[in-house]
């Protein structure tokens, strides 16, 4: 399996579970999503909003597109905070398929800031796009302990489940016929 698989892998994951937690978020009233749940980020609402935010700022250093961000007004922000997930998905999903086994090896330059110091940074792209893709793996998990908490679990959101259930649509692996 190459490197780019693996990323698009990842981000195919990426989107899967945050499908499952908004799905999980539809179940509850707004104050809910926003009251303090001792996590970092305070709440579900802006926990989640930070992993899309991460994402977004991501997407346009790597591509200078513009986001196309939902409002989020009372009364729609899992609907807003659904389609603006959409957009990020969507937008990384056709970068990463623009690029080929060598674009994910360049080192790509990019300036990361530690307070208010800014470094200059240069990494392979393929550590961006792992670091980008993996960033939300420990905040999903505290709003899902969250949701649960709430009443709306949002079940398995780990990758290895991510995986059986994509195996079971189209085998990632198979040698003379039998699934691996």
């Known amino acids: 399996m190459t ?6 892998s990842l981000y195919d994951y990426h989107r899967w579970a945050n499908e499952r937690l908004l799905d999980a978020a ?12 001792g996590i970092p980020f305070g709440n579900v609402q802006d926990n989640m909003l930070h992993i899309l935010g991460s994402q977004v700022s ?10 196309e961000l939902a409002k989020l007004e009372p ?21 990463i398929d623009s690029l080929t086994d060598e674009d994910i090896e360049r080192v790509t330059p990019f300036i990361e800031f530690e307070g208010n110091s800014p470094h200059n940074l240069a990494q392979p792209l393929w550590e961006v796009l792992l670091s ?20 709306a679990d949002p079940e398995q959101i780990d990758y290895s489940e991510y995986a059986w259930r ?8 198979t040698q003379k016929g039998i699934r691996q």
């Open 75 to 95: 009364g729609n922000v899992v609907s807003g905070m659904r389609q603006s997930f959409g957009w990020a998905h969507d937008t990384f999903a056709s970068y």
């Open 3 to 8: 490197t780019l698989r693996v990323i698009t």
């Open 132 to 151: 980008v893709g993996s960033h939300g793996i420990s905040h999903r998990s505290e709003v899902a302990t969250v949701l649960t908490r709430l009443g």
């Open 166 to 173: 994509h195996a079971l649509r189209e085998p990632l692996l």
């Open 26 to 37: 539809d179940r509850l009233n707004e104050r809910e999503l926003s009251r303090d749940a």
């Open 58 to 67: 991501w997407i346009m250093r790597l591509t200078r597109k513009q986001p």
